[in-house]
């Protein structure tokens, strides 16, 4: 797929408002099954991928506004965007910019105001809920700010908090979703192509990742982040710093390098990993860590089937753990501070549900779309990461990752 033909498809238009209508009823009736009079569904935009996901999926709306404190003393909740759903009315979007998409934005009332708190609490008013039990979703993508001024300006109402709400029903994709889906991987796997090809003698991880982003932003995605750890930090997931990406350290012959780079495209999100060592000529250790990364998620995928559960999955990659011959070949060392117990995670809008954790009893079900990934190192020989993304089917798991897994 070329750069021309994934830019022909407009992600943002191709589903249908009456596919967004669907969703706003599937939430009224879970509300009203969960005794709700209506939900408030708040998320947060101002130009990045990971707190927007419920008031987009609900109303195809994204507030590009940067965040700004209430303190600034222009507006209140800048950047955030509120849907208010009454059990039985009408779906109303608060809106902070005044360049807000007609052409996009499915509801029957779209309030702009940059006092989104007000304006949300206007819309409660207006629906005849103001003493109602309402359900909020989305409390974790609010500041204390908006949540307390949400509070005050509501102050007989009942707000119960209920932020899987909406990701409950997120979660199933539709055929439509699915086809966005496709687009966002195709380009997702030419952007980590174009990372991965980069690690070479003399490049910086900055430079690696300044080729993936090329790619990507031509291609009309946006880039989350590329978490890459490489030579002496190669044990490590990536660095806590802001860009992750060493710029300054160059690469040198026989370097480990590995890369978790996640982005989105129309609002659905990519999320890959790969390994390589600098030079292509891994040691016998090097190569067992990349190796064995590569067969514990593709043991995973080609075992996930409708039915298992989301800590089935998990104790599929548990179990190929614990057998692993270069498991058990590494040094044990004590652990900092707990780990990420798990072998992956469903994906869409965001990271979400399911977990494939321990005992999580999520069903997998066709339509699911769902990230598979390992990380595994030590200090004393380097990391080795891979993760693949794939949609759930009717019999098993189909695989969307088709960038290069080996370059050694």
Not at 213 to 221: H, K, M
Not at 351 to 377: F, K, R
């Amino acid at each position: 797929m070329t750069t021309g033909e994934i830019t022909a498809f407009d992600p943002w238009k191709a589903i249908e408002p009456s596919e967004f209508r669907a969703r706003q009823d599937k939430v009224r009736a879970a509300a009203a099954e969960q005794g709700f009079d209506g939900a408030i569904v708040w998320s947060r935009g101002g130009a990045f991928m990971d707190m927007s996901a419920d008031v987009l999926y609900l109303t195809n709306h994204y507030s590009q506004q940067p965040y700004m404190g209430d303190d600034a003393g222009i507006g209140a909740a800048r950047s955030h965007g509120a849907c208010v759903l009454p059990v039985d009315g009408r779906t109303a979007v608060v809106v902070d910019v005044p360049w807000w998409r007609r052409d996009l934005v499915v509801a029957d009332d779209v309030l702009p105001s940059i006092h989104v708190t007000r304006a949300a609490a206007e819309a409660v008013r207006r629906a005849g809920l103001e003493r109602g039990r309402l359900a909020l979703v989305g409390a974790s993508y609010m500041t204390a700010a908006a949540y307390l001024g949400l509070v005050e300006a509501l102050p007989d109402a009942t707000i119960v908090r209920a932020d899987r709400l909406v990701e409950d029903i997120r979660i199933h994709k539709t055929p439509a979703e699915i086809e966005v889906i496709r687009h966002a991987c195709a380009l997702g796997n030419r952007t980590l192509e174009a990372l991965i090809d980069a690690v070479v003698e003399g490049a910086t991880e900055a430079d690696a990742v300044a080729a993936a982003s090329e790619t990507l932003i031509a291609g009309g995605g946006v880039l989350y982040d590329a978490a890459c750890a490489s030579g002496p930090n190669a044990h490590q997931y990536t660095s806590a710093r802001l860009p992750s990406a060493d710029p300054i350290r160059r690469f040198e012959p026989g370097d480990m390098f590995h890369v978790d780079c996640y982005g989105s495209y129309g609002g659905y999100f990519f999320d890959f990993a790969r390994s390589r060592v600098v030079g292509d000529d891994p040691t016998p250790p090097q190569r067992d860590l990349l190796e064995g990364v590569i067969e514990c998620v593709e043991t995973v995928c080609d075992a996930i089937r409708p039915g298992m559960t989301a800590g089935d999955v998990y104790a599929v990659g548990d179990e190929w753990l614990g057998q692993s011959a270069v498991v058990a070949s590494l040094p044990e060392e004590e652990p900092e501070m707990e780990g990420f117990p798990a072998v992956g995670h469903g994906l869409g809008m965001m990271w979400e549900a399911p977990w494939l954790m321990p005992g999580d009893p999520t069903p997998i079900v066709p339509g699911m779309y769902l990230a598979v990934e390992m990380l595994l190192g030590h200090r004393d020989r380097g990391g080795a990461m891979f993760e693949h993304n794939g949609v759930v089917t009717e019999s098993g798991f189909e695989v969307l990752t088709t960038a290069r897994a080996r370059w050694w």
